[in-house]
């Protein structure tokens, strides 16, 4: 059943409630972002479920033994299985699945064209455009900086990186404005936005026309604030969304040495990946270099993963590897 249909979202969240959170983690870990948020929206909506129909979604799934008594759902289960399931890059999938469960700061314009939302806010003050970005989905975010006019897009990605917390009471009225001129009151609460790990999602998701525009402008200004957000763009654990293609062109870039270091703090998943697109010899190598090491300061951990890191962003900036975000992956199916 594919989870695009709302049907489909509903028994595959079924599902997931019925399984054991470590399985279910592992279950979600194999869909996109996309899916991850939507699936763990179905979760955090559904508090409980009749032992009925959780009976009938688990025989057509599993074929499962239907003797299973009722489960819980609810925000706290969604975000503990987006964590496992994701990992480091699970921040963005949460804030958006808390933005639609919970009443948060421009919450409403969750329902809003990102089309129409530019024509009523492009006229404001960057600061004022840069707020709202802070607060709405990065998927919303990249669209409505897309469709900025060109000299207002470093202007407003600038003020967001550079944004800190920011007075409720301007909040407040920056959203009250914006509601009443969009005919829809809501009362919100607040929160910290923007900062540099909020640019990182937004150009994380928007196109690469866009980054690199930005980027460039904003290096000639601040460059670094530019690396800053660009180490934020693409973390170590990402390595795993790459194909077999990419991963062995990264392999042939980083040494033996840097890649037992890296290992140490890495996923069990990632691990297999990088063992699979090497040969016996060189796998069991990697694997002795890892054992001989020993015990580790997680400092010495990260910094050799962010040198790969660094290499992979150098390797994709000359053509030679594609990060893929995704977006044009065949859709997942759940069964």
Known sequence: ????????????????????????????????????????????????????????????????????????????????????????????TIDSVKQQIQAVPFGFLQKVDSQNLVTFISDEHPQTIALILSHVNPNQAAEIIKNLPTDRQLS?????????????????????????????????S?????????????????????????????????????EEIRR???????????????????LKNVETAQWAMALKGASDTLKQKIFANLSTRAADMLR???????????SAVEQVQQQIVDIVRKLEDAGQITIDSGENAEEALVQ
């Open 1 to 92: 059943m594919k989870t695009s249909t709302p049907e489909g979202l509903h028994k595959a969240a079924v599902l997931l409630m019925s399984l054991p959170e470590e399985d279910a983690a592992a279950l979600l870990g194999r869909l996109d972002a996309r899916q991850v948020e939507a699936v763990s929206v179905q979760i955090a909506r559904s508090e409980s479920i009749s032992t009925e129909e959780q009976n009938n979604i688990i025989q057509e799934f599993a074929q499962a033994n239907p003797g299973v008594v009722t489960s819980l759902g609810g925000l706290a289960l969604a975000q503990n299985l987006v964590e496992k399931a994701m990992g480091k890059n699970a921040g963005s």
């Open 156 to 188: 407003v990605i600038r003020r967001v990186a550079t944004m800190g917390q920011t007075n409720p009471e301007i909040i407040k009225e920056v959203e009250e404005g914006l509601a009443s001129r969009m005919a829809v009151l809501m009362n919100q």
């Open 190 to 226: 607040f929160e910290k936005a923007g900062g540099v790990p909020k640019v990182a999602q937004i150009l994380n998701v928007t196109d690469r026309a866009t980054e690199r525009a930005l980027m460039d402008s904003l290096s000639q200004e601040d460059p670094e604030l530019v």
């Open 232 to 250: 934020l763009m693409f973390v170590f654990d990402d390595i795993g969304k790459l194909g077999d293609k990419e991963i062995q062109t990264l």
């Open 288 to 298: 002795e270099e890892m054992e001989f090491l020993g015990a580790v300061k997680l």
